[in-house]
């Protein structure tokens, strides 16, 4: 009798809502067991209800997930945090919290899972953002955590590819989250226009879902990107592409 293969386990940071909702729903539709790590319960998956900011939380994960599973084939950090503000207008403890979700909670959780995925020849995608190489106005901390953490990526891939673990970073550009839509409705003015005047800077001509990004990170994560390493891959609409009019 053939032997069963064991299930896939992934572990989603972030998943109530918006993109690691979808990415946690797009792999639990394939068949893997998913876990989450939030401070309150995501709409699907197994949630480990914490907050990422606490300084053991990493720790409290790592323990969590190889007590319920005992394995982790796919690691995802999209748990993150804009704080909007210039230099002068940031505090210190502003930019410790972008620094602290942005980026050294994903070193943190790869550094603590790394065992588990090394045995399973797993896979870790973080996600990035178009603010890594370009920056919005008073983003200074989100916009250098993100680069910081593309930085991450391609050093994990380095140092792991021989371990048979594979790293990538997804990059979004505008996605119709719940949070960027409440963004939209809470401006004064015309947001009938601003919401068009978003559509326009995208050469496809809208914005984009949160299920397309799952999309991406399912496939980085599975054997089909089996050559996908150190990658930093943005879906954006064509956004970063187009030129501003002279």
């Not at 410790?96 to 045995?119: C, D, I, W």
């Not at 989250?177 to 978003?198: E, K, M, R, V, Y």
């Not at 984009?208 to 990004?213: M, N, Q």
């Amino acid at each position: 009798m053939t032997q069963q293969a064991p299930q896939k386990v992934a572990l989603v940071t972030g998943a109530s809502s918006g993109i690691g909702e979808a990415i946690a729903r797009r792999f639990d539709a394939q068949g893997y067991r998913v876990l989450t790590v939030q401070r309150r319960p995501a709409p699907v998956g197994e949630t480990i209800a914490l907050s990422l900011l606490e300084p053991d939380a990493p720790d409290r994960v790592s323990a969590e997930v190889l007590a319920r599973t005992g394995r982790l084939d796919v690691l995802v950090n999209n748990a993150g945090v804009m704080l909007e503000g210039t230099v002068q207008e940031s505090s210190l403890e502003d930019w410790e919290t972008q620094m602290r979700l942005n980026l050294t909670v994903p070193f943190a959780l790869s550094r603590g899972l790394m065992p588990l995925l090394h045995t399973s020849q797993g896979s870790i995608v973080n996600i990035s953002s178009v603010e890594a190489s370009a920056s919005n106005p008073r983003h200074p901390a989100y916009c250098a955590s993100k680069a910081g953490l593309n930085g991450l990526t391609r050093a994990i891939a380095v140092d792991e590819g021989p371990k048979g673990v594979r790293c990538n970073a997804v990059a979004p550009g505008w996605i119709d989250t719940p949070l960027n839509l409440d963004f939209i409705q809470s401006l004064t003015g015309d947001t009938q226009a601003f919401a068009q005047g978003l559509q326009d800077i995208h050469p496809v001509g809208r914005t984009g879902r949160p299920e397309e990004v799952a999309s991406l990170v399912y496939w980085l994560a599975s054997e089909e990107a089996g050559f996908t390493t150190g990658q930093i891959m943005t879906v954006d609409g064509g956004r970063t592409a187009k030129l501003s009019l002279p």
